[in-house]
């Protein structure tokens, strides 16, 4: 089996980028964790010379390979490889048909970043639509029943899809559970 020369940083960040948006900061812990591996195994991440020469000297002072990560995502920023915007959008695009904007919300918070205004507002205005639509996926051909477990169980699955306490109640009633869950529990405790 031949083995290849290990890519370098930029080329192992293109690659990642060719693959699905990524943030700032979720690519630049995925490329500490890749300095900081092949620092361990004793390798390098380019096969160039001088990159080794860098590596190693690198070694005593791991904020290099920071420093250098760092370096890395301002160029990928610079050339409009890597957008946090770009990010937000895409994570939103493929999350929107199954999930509820608090759940889409908490989600894009971990990256530390968040919604714009007008993506927010669009969210909210569309959850009534998306919930009620994923609950006809979902419990639709079962059609609408008044067992309290059953109800219970439909609710948990709506709240755990990210869908508000007051959506949650308005797609049961219309789905003809009746007006008695205005007094239920509350689908997100």
Same mark, same amino acid.
């Given at each position: @089996?031949?083995?290849?020369?290990?890519?370098?940083?930029?080329?192992?960040?293109?690659?990642?980028?060719?693959?699905?948006? =990524?943030?700032?900061?979720?690519?630049?812990?995925?490329?500490?964790?890749?300095?900081?591996?092949?620092?361990?195994?004793?390798?390098?991440?380019?096969?160039?010379?001088?990159?080794?020469?860098?590596?190693?000297?690198?070694?005593?002072?791991?904020?290099?390979?920071?420093?250098?990560?760092? /370096?890395?995502?301002?160029?990928?920023?610079?050339?409009? =490889?890597?957008?946090? !915007?770009?990010?937000?959008?895409?994570?939103?695009?493929?999350?929107?048909?199954?999930?509820?904007?608090?759940?889409?919300?908490?989600?894009?918070?971990?990256?530390?970043? #968040?919604?714009?205004?007008?993506?927010?507002?669009?969210?909210?205005? /569309?959850? =009534?639509?998306?919930?009620? !639509?994923?609950?006809?996926?979902?419990?639709?051909?079962?059609?609408? /029943?008044?067992? #309290?477990?059953?109800?219970?169980?439909? @609710?948990?699955?709506?709240?755990?899809?990210?869908?508000?306490?007051?959506?949650?109640?308005?797609?049961?009633?219309?789905?003809?559970?009746?007006?008695?869950?205005?007094?239920?529990?509350?689908?997100?405790?």
């Amino acid at each position: @089996m031949i083995k290849r020369p290990p890519v370098s940083l930029k080329v192992r960040a293109l690659q990642w980028l060719a693959q699905r948006e =990524y943030s700032r900061g979720e690519l630049r812990e995925r490329l500490l964790r890749l300095v900081a591996g092949t620092r361990v195994r004793g390798g390098t991440h380019d096969d160039a010379g001088a990159e080794r020469a860098a590596v190693a000297a690198d070694e005593a002072d791991p904020a290099t390979g920071e420093s250098e990560v760092d /370096t890395l995502l301002d160029w990928l920023v610079e050339h409009r =490889y890597l957008s946090d !915007a770009r990010f937000v959008e895409s994570r939103l695009n493929a999350r929107r048909a199954r999930f509820g904007h608090l759940r889409i919300e908490r989600e894009i918070g971990r990256h530390d970043l #968040a919604l714009d205004a007008e993506q927010l507002r669009e969210l909210r205005a /569309t959850e =009534y639509e998306r919930a009620l !639509a994923i609950w006809r996926r979902k419990f639709g051909s079962a059609g609408p /029943t008044t067992e #309290a477990s059953a109800r219970l169980r439909q @609710m948990r699955f709506l709240a755990g899809r990210g869908f508000s306490p007051e959506v949650i109640r308005r797609v049961l009633r219309q789905s003809g559970l009746g007006d008695d869950l205005a007094d239920g529990p509350d689908p997100s405790g």
